[in-house]
């Protein structure tokens, strides 16, 4: 079985706190030789190579030490999904949905997904490396130990989500919108391209670079009243 990493890096020198990467190693897997995904169904110790899942209905299953490899998810439906000890490597698709699902000790590697909803899902102990995510909906979502790294958000949307001990390395990170997120441990200061469309004000308990604090001074100032001049 996939076991996780139970620590994280301890220091940055800024105060803020590391997040846990998950620490995978499946264990031999048996190909998916199913006819489709079912609601509620219960996958185990499985390799899901080239699968075409679009619109399939997976509502309510259970991926747990599984490895989903170049698999089509457009249009899949996924809600109150549970994806535990999991790798996803090269998924692709369009409005997949995701709403209110657990990822748990999952890695997301190079994906290209659009339009995802994922309001209200409980992310922890993932990492999304590589790949680009765009219009990804992951409002009112809680999210822990979360690593973003060397991917591409277009237009990510945390509104009224909690984001605790979530790190972005090398990343874009374009028009988001933090609208009443709450923050706590993020550290933004691996963003090369840093673009907030709303919920500037919403920061606090971030930490960001001082080339950062510039390009978003016209907006904090906009944000506080503040008549520069």
């Known amino acids: 079985m996939a076991?996780?990493?139970?620590?994280?890096?301890p220091g940055n020198g800024t105060g803020v706190r590391a997040a846990r990467r998950p620490e995978l190693r499946l264990p031999p897997l048996a190909p998916y030789g199913g006819a489709g995904l079912e609601p509620d169904g219960d996958y185990d110790g499985l390799e899901f190579g080239e699968a075409d899942l679009a619109g399939q209905d997976g509502a309510g299953a259970?991926?747990?030490d599984c490895a989903l490899t170049g698999c089509a998810l457009d249009e899949t439906r996924l809600p109150r999904a549970r994806f535990l000890?999991?790798?996803?490597?090269g998924v692709r698709g369009v409005g997949t949905d995701l709403a209110e699902a657990t990822l748990r000790d999952v890695e997301l590697v190079d994906a290209r997904l659009g339009g995802t909803q994922a309001h209200g899902a409980v992310l922890e102990r993932v990492?999304?490396?590589?790949?680009k995510l765009d219009f990804l909906n992951l409002r009112t979502a809680r999210l822990k130990d979360v690593v973003f790294e060397s991917c591409v958000l277009i237009e990510p949307d945390f509104g009224g989500a909690r984001l605790e001990r979530v790190e972005f390395v090398d990343c874009a990170l374009k028009g988001a919108?933090?609208?009443?997120?709450?923050?706590?441990?993020?550290?933004l200061r691996g963003v090369a391209s840093l673009e907030i469309a709303r919920g500037v004000d919403r920061l606090a308990g971030?930490?960001?670079s001082p080339a950062q604090l510039i390009d978003l001074a016209g907006e904090l100032a906009v944000t506080l009243g503040i008549r520069v001049e």
Do not use: C, N, P, Y
């Open 127 to 131: 990492v999304v490396r590589g790949g």
């Open 206 to 208: 971030a930490v960001i």
């Open 3 to 9: 076991r996780r990493a139970m620590g994280g890096r």
């Open 85 to 89: 000890d999991s790798r996803l490597t």
């Open 177 to 187: 919108d933090l609208h009443a997120a709450t923050l706590t441990d993020v550290d």
């Open 62 to 64: 259970r991926f747990m």
